[in-house]
T-cell receptor, first 110, second 115 residues
Framework: EDQVTQSPEALRLQEGESSSLNCSYTVSGLRGLFWYRQDPGKGPEFLFTLYSAGEEKEKERLKATLTKKESFLHITAPKPEDSATYLCAVQAGNTDKLIFGTGTRLQVFP | GAVVSQHPSWVICKSGTSVKIECRSLDFQATTMFWYRQFPKQSLMLMATSNEGSKATYEQGVEKDKFLINHASLTLSTLTVTSAHPEDSSFYIC???????????FGDGTRLSIL
């Protein structure tokens, strides 16, 4: 069964304190792994798509990496405006369906 | 770019009424649209997938007659919750995708409360 597990469930950081979020997955034929940011009461905002092991993508303070079993979202020198829930999702090779993890709720304090 | 608008953002209605939610892709043509449901502190659960001009494909356990989906154009899909009851109260989110190689872009959701 295709499955996505995110850790930690919640993370509190001081402004400037870098850290990483983990997304472990099992899927039959990975077609793509997606990272989204979700603010309270809003829909997810697309961040990155990763397709194959070894791939990396960056956007401002965020960097996503991918291996055959997991993905990391690295946050460098975070700011309070980075506070949000970060969602990971995978798409299996034979479907249109995204399977989401339950997210990591990030809080960055000044 | 890739803006998806969902309306209404919030609705309260009495048990037994039907509620329609609209999802529009504003700056691209969405060949495929998706409807999700999200409970507090839980992941998004896909309810159905719809392709323009075709019948929606529902996930296992989702009642087709209760959650009516129409995708009549490349920019608009609607979800109608028929004869809504309190257990249907949830956060409903749509997404749209231009092509199979593009990511899904999400609307801001509709908070549905059935009294």
């Amino acid at each position: 069964e295709d499955q996505v597990t995110q850790s930690p469930e919640a993370l509190r950081l001081q402004e400037g304190e870098s850290s990483s979020l983990n997304c472990s997955y099992t899927v039959s034929g990975l077609r793509g792994l997606f990272w989204y940011r979700q603010d309270p009461g809003k829909g997810p905002e697309f961040l990155f798509t990763l397709y194959s092991a070894g791939e990396e993508k960056e956007k401002e303070r965020l960097k996503a990496t991918l291996t055959k079993k997991e993905s990391f979202l690295h946050i460098t020198a975070p700011k309070p405006e980075d506070s949000a829930t970060y969602l990971c999702a995978v798409q299996a090779g034979n479907t249109d369906k995204l399977i989401f993890g339950t997210g990591t709720r990030l809080q960055v304090f000044p | 770019g890739a803006v998806v608008s969902q309306h209404p953002s919030w609705v309260i209605c009495k048990s037994g009424t039907s509620v329609k939610i609209e999802c529009r892709s504003l700056d691209f043509q969405a060949t495929t649209m998706f409807w999700y449901r999200q409970f507090p502190k839980q992941s998004l659960m896909l309810m159905a997938t719809s392709n323009e001009g075709s019948k929606a494909t529902y996930e296992q356990g989702v009642e087709k007659d209760k959650f009516l989906i129409n995708h009549a154009s490349l920019t608009l899909s609607t979800l109608t919750v028929t004869s809504a009851h309190p257990e249907d109260s949830s956060f409903y989110i749509c997404s749209a995708r231009e092509t199979v190689n593009q990511p899904q872009h999400f609307g801001d959701g509709t908070r549905l409360s059935i009294l």
